[in-house]
């Protein structure tokens, strides 16, 4: 059952409401009709089932029966923050890391990224990526909406890591391997990737300065869309998630 997302502000007495594409998707696409079921979330990790009352393309009225908190939610706070890519790659990784169970993306700028051109259209592409989040938290049956946070600079994205007990920085010239176990104690990580030519050595330096430690992916060059997906895996994996110790 495909999970939809509602606005707390929308509950009213064990009363839900959902309009716009939802419920035309509701009506039009599921076919959906009164006393079916809907499973619904509010997007930070409360999870609802209800039954139709009244469908229609504009509004789709719902008595909501359970209420609980999400099980599918990862105890682990990531941040994964990601250099400015070319064209549609970022639109793609916020898909998969959507499923992942990834907290929050921060997008930044670094000496070899592709930064957007011009206020508006950075405005325009921020809320592009946030409805490609709520998008893919439907079809992943998630619960808590990705934060999805606007581009910074890297020094910003250092100065942000400050309170972050593990701080992985991805580098093809790294040579240690994420074999050994990851250092830290607590469920907050924050994971960097570079752009599609790599960190310089200038900015891995300041990264470790900040507390960072330069990790490899691997003898192979990734493209910068598979690291990040890749790198947040394994540090879940490690950290206690996706069946990890």
């Avoid at 609802?48 to 908190?69: A, M």
């Avoid at 499923?99 to 993306?105: I, K, M, Y």
């Avoid at 259209?121 to 989040?133: H, V």
């Avoid at 994205?157 to 040579?175: I, N």
């Amino acid at each position: 059952m495909q999970k939809f997302l509602i606005n707390k502000e929308a509950l009213s007495v064990n009363k839900a409401v959902i309009q716009g594409q939802d419920a035309k998707h509701i009506c039009k696409v599921l076919r959906l009709k009164p006393q079916d079921a809907v499973s619904m979330t509010d997007g930070h990790g409360t999870d609802f089932t209800g039954c139709i009352d009244k469908v229609s393309p504009e509004c789709v009225e719902i008595s909501i029966l359970t209420e609980k908190k999400s099980l599918t939610e990862s105890n682990l706070d990531l941040t994964l923050c990601s250099a400015m890519l070319k064209h549609n790659k970022m639109d793609e990784t916020i898909k998969q890391i959507t499923q992942l169970g990834v907290t929050r993306w921060i997008p930044f700028y670094c000496k070899r990224s592709v930064p957007l051109s011009g206020t508006q259209k950075g405005k325009k592409q921020i809320e592009r990526w946030q409805t490609i989040a709520r998008e893919s938290l439907k079809q992943c049956r998630r619960s808590c909406l990705v934060e999805i946070m606007p581009p910074m600079d890297f020094q910003q994205v250092l100065a942000f890591s400050k309170g972050c007990t593990h701080k992985l920085a991805f580098w093809e010239a790294s040579d240690r391997s994420l074999a050994v176990t990851v250092p830290g104690e607590n469920n907050k990580a924050v994971v960097l990737i570079g752009p599609e030519g790599g960190f310089e050595e200038e900015e891995i330096r300041c990264a470790v300065e900040s507390g960072f430690m330069s990790y490899s992916l691997g003898p192979r060059i990734l493209r910068a869309e598979t690291a990040a997906v890749c790198a947040c895996g394994l540090i879940q994996y490690l950290l206690g998630d996706m069946g990890g110790s």
